[in-house]
């Protein structure tokens, strides 16, 4: 039951999580993705604050403990609950803007900055290093190629990669870690090579550092 | 009263302080009398988003024993540039960079909107921060294996420069070597042997050799560091060869007999971890961060011996006295925790089992230095993963909100005493002349160390005012404090808070009304609480709940308006309405009844009370009830059993759970499927609606409640109803006529019959 209430939110909020692990945990609570964890600065909503407090003090001088609402309840037959009489609002779910509905990424596409990337390390950054990543980034093409990967991780690195291409370090560090938190089963084995990549490539090109939109 | 509550909210946004009492009483003897103490709950690390921080140091009084920070309280000569120290009245040049000052061009320190202030100063070079992996390795497989995640995807949360070391133990103690090349190198330990920080550092070359006769000295500091270098290294030079590392790591290989548990020498691995950090960075912001999956089993600190047969210790046992490691393993921990607070490193407990891990003796690492204590069933679960994910959590600024090596000092005005501080900290035995002979909490102090800080960290402030009885109300008729909080950012940087707070003088005999129309029954509740709670950790449960009633009787005594022996006339105005309801609600809460927990879970409950702020304290004494309906918006209900009915689905927030119930009728719909059915949308709707309020509570809060969705009958309604005011028991259930609500199953006193009871105390002259 909580799985199905929690898909429903997913689509109505576009907030991609999934249930909790219902077979260790008990009471095991929804996964949500690192984005919709992230404070944006707004003020913080706190709607569940108010309380009611039982009225034993206002002077009524009444014994009766506190009335509860006084709602009809409905009968206690399997009565259907009550229809809406005006049209329901529409509940198209939000197109998800990352590009789930879009055609998969070539690896191609993905590889070139990578490598590029990399390459422009070579000078001077040690070997050792440079060729640990470069397994990283085989690993990372095996496992692309062998189907392990799943379709929003070949996107979100699609988009890594075009920031890493415009030299936008922030949002490609921001997508490794996305993709970590996200994804740690699928990407761990690889993505420190990439986190190294896009560290290393920055400390080259230091004054670029604009930030712009990832889904641009 | 509506000025007061204004007054009392401006004053939390400000300065991030709730205080019992707004209106201090002038003597001594009236603020006994009062019986909640004239006290404070105090957010250091506030987040004060709109708050810039001032680059310049802080101005301080010259007398030696006061040097307290220029403040709006203080009055300024701006043509003599002289101002005169609120708290001992010495007169004070400003320094030459103030030699521009007048009334129209003050500093931002002297401005009453800047009672908080932050000051950002140089002090030294700047020291990265140390994050050191203590880890179980006696865990099933599939645990290990999320576990092992878990670590690798925390190495992409941390800070690039931060400093990170990695420690794991079962039977044995391996302390790797972090290195960009070359094969992996571990030092081993044994399990059993218990070595002295001495003899740690030794072992691990972080001492010079001894010669000929000579004690092995400790390195000088830039060589401790550089021989540390091999077991601290930073993340951004270790995290492909530490993510490998960690990605190898295997279960403990020691076979575990039929019958046993597995050998976890728990104790030495923190002895080794702290040993290292104390010989290699003392004063440095540190977190030992402890990953266990069950109790410590062998050597020193072990909570109980590897025969399952033998459980481990409960309630019960230790009632009876029948703990036998308790003690020898609390005073272990003990020793160990104040060894890291002494150096300004904190400790984080993440346990994660189905029975419990020894908390109860390793409390004290997290409750003395700040850390945190993380209790799961597992490290599959998302309730571990997304709460260690938010340990790493920034801010509206991109920074981390954590902070460390924080000290706070407390400084009053002559009327006022400091008698002590409840929350994560240690007394650093700083005398003086604000510090009160009479304790209450961490007392004999006017400095505390909170080696690690959240900006949700809240200390409770007691005082005691010291005025004698019918003395004049001082002159200026405020008394004043000032808090000094000095700590190093995440980034880095050193930085001072200081929060200045002053309130009327009134005198309790021609005043009393306005003292109680001061009164804050949130805060109040809370601070109480926190002594309560405190005073559980030594005294026996029957006699802090005694403590409690008696401190409430009196307070309905002094304050309810009544006649004598006529329990129906007694009234207490709005400004003390609410306060006995909370009470009754802590009473039967899990940190002060131990019934139906482990000692773990009443440890856990108990850590995070005494450190949390008002509003989630207050959720956590009195849990919030929302109730979702077809006949109107979504609102707040009583937490009673009448709340609970067939038509309505309830939300209920206690701060480690959040409970869905779902009325009988509800639920009989649920499972009809009417949600599936296009013209029942708005049953869907309603369905839904919980959860969406539920998600901002479930994607901030720190640790991650666990989620309850359940129904009338489910079994795990118990959640709800074990909270609820059970106005309606077995007992009663006829004799109100109309059932309205469910009735709960307990011989637990209602709120009514609590209330009848403490009337009729109240009112008694027998009293």
């Known amino acids: 039951m909580a799985r199905y209430g929690m898909q429903r939110s997913a689509l109505t909020h576009n907030v991609a999580f999934c249930a909790g692990n219902q077979e260790h945990g008990w009471n095991d609570p929804p996964q949500f993705s690192y984005g919709s964890q992230k404070d944006s600065g707004g003020p913080k909503r706190n709607i569940l604050n108010k309380r009611v407090h039982a009225p034993q003090f206002t002077g009524s001088g009444a014994e009766m403990p506190s009335p509860s609402v006084a709602m009809p309840t409905p009968p206690r037959g399997m009565n259907p609950p009550p229809m809406d009489s005006i049209t329901p609002p529409s509940v198209c779910p939000k197109t998800p803007s990352d590009g789930k509905m879009e055609t998969e990424p070539s690896f191609e596409d993905v590889q070139e900055p990578l490598y590029g990337a990399l390459n422009a390390c070579r000078h001077t950054v040690k070997k050792q290093i440079c060729d640990d990543v470069e397994r990283r980034l085989k690993l990372f093409e095996d496992m692309w190629k062998s189907g392990k990967l799943s379709h929003l991780v070949k996107h979100r690195m699609h988009r890594l990669s075009q920031d890493l291409k415009r030299k936008n370090w922030d949002a490609a560090d921001e997508i490794h870690r996305g993709l970590m938190v996200d994804h740690v089963a699928e990407v761990s084995q690889w993505m420190v090579g990439v986190k190294r990549l896009i560290a290393e490539a920055r400390s080259l090109n230091p004054e670029q550092n604009i930030c712009t939109d990832p889904g641009s | ?767």
């Open chain 2, 1 to 767: 009263m509506a000025t007061y509550q204004e007054f009392i909210q401006q004053n939390e946004d400000r300065d991030g302080v709730r205080c019992s009492w707004n209106l201090w009483p002038s003597s001594r003897l009236e603020a006994t009398r009062l019986v909640v103490p004239v006290s404070c709950l105090y957010t250091p690390l506030k987040e004060r988003p709109d708050l810039p921080p001032v680059q310049y140091e802080p101005v301080l009084c010259s007398r030696a024993n006061c040097k307290a920070v220029l403040n709006p309280l203080c009055q300024v000569d701006f043509r003599a540039k002289i101002w005169a120290c609120n708290f001992c009245f010495q007169r004070n040049s400003f320094p030459p960079s103030y030699a521009g000052i007048s009334e129209v061009n003050q500093p931002a320190e002297l401005m009453p909107q800047f009672s908080t202030i932050e000051y950002i100063v140089q002090r030294g070079p700047p020291t990265p921060l140390i994050f050191l992996y203590v880890v179980d390795t006696c865990l099933e497989e599939e645990d290990l294996q999320a576990l092992k995640e878990s670590l690798q995807m925390s190495l992409s949360l941390l800070p690039p420069n931060a400093l990170v070391g990695l420690i794991t133990f079962g039977r044995m103690i391996q302390i790797h070597e972090l290195s960009c090349e070359g094969i992996a190198k571990s030092y081993v330990f044994r399990g059993t042997k218990e070595l002295t920080p001495k003899q740690i550092q030794e072992m691990l070359g972080l001492m010079k050799p001894a010669t000929s006769g000579q004690q092995g000295k400790p390195l000088a500091p830039h060589d401790a560091a550089a021989a540390s270098c091999i077991f601290l290294q930073p993340v951004q030079a270790v995290d492909m060869n530490l993510t490998d590392l960690l990605g190898e790591l295997q279960r403990d290989p020691w076979p575990v007999p039929q019958g046993k548990r597995p050998l976890r020498s728990t104790g030495i691995a923190l002895s080794i971890a702290i040993g290292l950090l104390e010989g290699t960075f003392p004063n440095t912001g540190a977190r030992v961060m402890l990953f266990t999956g069950g109790p410590p089993t062998q050597g020193p600190g072990m909570v109980v011996g590897d025969e399952l047969k033998t459980p481990i210790r409960s309630w019960h046992d230790i009632q009876k006295d029948n703990a036998r490691h308790l003690k020898k393993a609390t005073k272990y921990y003990e020793a160990l925790a104040n060894r890291a607070a002494v150096n300004g490193h904190s400790v984080d407990i993440y346990a994660c089992a189905l029975d419990q891990t020894g908390l109860l003796e390793m409390k004290c690492l997290s409750n003395l230095t700040g850390g945190h204590i993380v209790m799961g069933d597992s490290f599959n679960t998302s309730l571990f993963k997304q709460t260690f994910q938010r340990v790493f959590s920034k801010d509206y600024n991109g920074e981390f909100r954590m902070a460390f090596g924080g000290t706070l000092e407390v400084k009053t005005s002559r009327e006022l005493k400091i008698s002590g501080a409840i929350g994560p900290c240690v007394s650093l035995n700083t005398k003086g002349p604000c510090v009160s002979d009479n304790e209450m909490g961490v007392g004999g102090t006017c400095q505390w160390k909170i080696c690690s800080l959240t900006p949700a960290t809240t200390l409770a402030m007691y005082f005691e005012v010291v005025n004698q009885h019918n003395a004049p109300v001082p002159q200026g008729g405020r008394g004043a404090v000032q808090f000094v909080t000095q700590y190093q950012h995440s980034n880095t940087q050193r930085r001072i808070r200081v929060t200045t707070i002053a309130r009327n003088w009134a005198d309790a005999q021609s005043q009393i009304q306005h003292i109680e129309s001061s009164f804050d029954q949130e805060a109040s509740a809370v601070l109480m609480a926190r002594l309560g709670v405190f005073r559980a950790f030594s005294e026996e449960g029957p006699d802090v709940l005694r403590w409690l009633d008696r401190q409430l009787i009196r307070l309905c005594q002094k304050f309810g308006q009544f006649n004598k022996d006529d329990q129906n006339s007694f009234r207490l105005s709005e400004s003390l309405s609410l306060y006995p309801q909370f009470m009754f609600h802590l009473r039967r809460s899990p940190f002060l009844q131990v019934f139906n927990n482990s000692p773990d879970e009443s440890s856990y409950y108990r850590h995070h009370f005494v450190r949390q702020d008002l509003t989630q304290s207050l959720i956590m004494i009195q849990p919030i009830l929302y109730s979702y309906s077809f006949y109107g918006p979504p609102e707040p209900v009583l937490l009673d059993s009448s709340s609970i009915l067939p038509d309505r689905i309830l939300l209920m927030d206690t701060f480690f759970q959040l409970v869905i119930y779902h009325g009988e009728t509800i639920a009989q719909w649920r499972k009809a499927g009417y949600q599936e059915m296009a013209e029942y949308e708005n049953f869907k709707q309603l369905l839904q609606a919980p959860l969406d309020d539920a998600q901002e509570i479930l994607q901030t809060r720190f640790p991650m409640p666990r989620y309850i969705d359940t129904e009338h009958g489910g079994s795990q309604a118990r959640f709800l109803l074990s909270k609820v005011n059970p106005s309606q028991t077995h007992n009663n259930l006829y004799a109100w006529g109309q059932e309205s609500g469910a009735p709960i199953l307990t011989d637990d006193v209602s709120l009514q019959v609590f209330m009848d009871h403490l009337k009729k105390l109240a009112v008694s002259s027998a009293a």
